[in-house]
Nanobody, 122 residues
Framework: QLQASGGGLVQPGGSLRLSCAAS????????MGWFRQAPGKEHEFVAA????????YYVDSVKGLFTISRDNAKNTVYLQMNSLKPEDTAVYYC?????????????????WGQGTQVTVSS
């Protein structure tokens, strides 16, 4: 089970940190990802972090602005979002992938959190 939190309303240029807490004792065995879905749009890959060496992947639009990290001792993955823009407004979902499928595809992931709303507006 995945529980996402940390969303909210922020002004353009502001920052938020999303957290996703996982239950169970095998968190370190999963690749973790963040996706977002804006109204009327499909799920969009945002970032992922691999099991093992913790290599990070980002969609081009957030490179240098967002940082994904994980704390296996706390069974938690984070998404630090800086310099937020109105186009970042969406529901953000964390997800866990236990297989070797691509990080970038929604359907590769096995488990999903409930989503947390991020609204960037003045």
């Amino acid at each position: 089970q995945l529980q996402a939190s940390g969303g909210g309303l922020v002004q353009p240029g502001g920052s938020l940190r999303l957290s996703c807490a996982a239950s169970g004792r095998t968190f370190s065995s999963y690749d973790m990802g963040w996706f977002r879905q804006a109204p009327g749009k499909e799920h969009e890959f945002v970032a992922a972090i691999s099991r093992g060496n913790g290599h990070a992947y980002y969609v081009d639009s957030v490179k240098g602005l967002f940082t994904i990290s994980r704390d296996n001792a706390k069974n938690t993955v984070y998404l630090q979002m800086n310099s937020l823009k109105p186009e970042d407004t969406a529901v953000y979902y964390c997800a866990a992938k236990g297989t070797s499928g691509t990080y970038f595809r929604f359907t590769s992931y096995d488990y999903w959190g409930q989503g947390t709303q991020v609204t960037v507006s003045s």
